[in-house]
């Protein structure tokens, strides 16, 4: 399948900094990639849809000035958590949409472990 | 708003013993997928449902779909301890939307 890859695979930093996650598909091009939030032992929470050249769509309750996405090219999606709390800590999952396929089958990141001291 | 109900929410079981995991939903899905996670990794696709009616196995794992295409369920035979783990049901319904995921089913073999 195809692969979808997240940088870096943890980080703690302190409260008040800003955190950058990127999101790569590395075979493939996606015009659209997903970011989610996962809590321990729970379900996938999306937080918005990411589209590769115009503003991300962000889910009823999630602060946009909070999570700042960028789309800049059809392989790369950023999420900034701008001036992260404690509260943010959390496991951050994308995934990307691969067209290639007749389903348009949804791949994973390998997720994003943020622990905010 | 469509949701998928998923169950049961936790499963603990021992080696051999089958299981089954169910989805279901009200509203029709243009397809179906399955997801297995271990903690700390990401989601990584089991199989996509789109016939309804249809049946996919993967050695002991089968996978059906509803013939209305509202409800799917994973089924499990013999289950081992390398079975476990998070298991996660979502639904498609458009290109180019997010998947509508289920509660997820967290499964514990033991030997």
């Known amino acids: 399948g195809a692969v979808v890859s997240q940088h870096p695979s943890r980080v703690i930093c302190k409260s008040g900094t800003s955190v950058k996650i990127e999101c790569r598909s590395l075979d493939f091009q996606a015009t659209t990639m997903f970011w989610y939030r996962q809590f321990p032992k729970q379900s996938l929470m999306l937080m918005a849809t990411?589209?590769?050249?115009?503003?991300?769509?962000?889910e009823q309750g999630v602060e946009k000035d909070k999570f700042l996405i960028n789309h800049a090219s059809l392989t790369l999606s950023t999420l900034t958590v701008a001036s992260a709390h404690p509260e943010d800590s959390s496991f951050y999952i994308c995934?990307?949409?691969?067209?290639?396929?007749?389903?348009?089958?949804?791949?994973f990141g390998p997720g994003t472990r943020l622990t905010v001291l | 708003t469509q949701l998928l109900e998923q169950s049961p929410q936790f499963l603990s079981i021992q080696e051999g013993e089958n299981l089954t995991v169910y989805c279901n939903s009200s509203?029709?899905?243009?397809?179906l997928q399955w997801y297995r996670q271990e903690p700390g990794e990401g989601p990584v696709l089991l199989v996509t449902?789109?016939?309804?009616?249809e049946v996919k196995k993967l050695k002991r794992l089968t996978f059906q779909f509803g013939d209305a295409r509202k409800d799917s369920s994973l089924h499990i035979t013999a289950a081992q301890p390398g079975d476990t783990g998070l298991y996660l049901c979502a639904g498609d319904n458009q290109a180019g939307t997010a998947l509508i995921f289920g509660k997820g089913t967290t499964l514990s073999v033991s030997s």
């Open positions: 509203s029709v899905f243009s397809s």
């Open positions: 990411s589209n590769e050249g115009s503003k991300a769509t962000y």
């Open positions: 995934s990307a949409r691969d067209r290639r396929t007749p389903s348009d089958t949804q791949y």
């Open positions: 449902v789109v016939t309804g009616g």
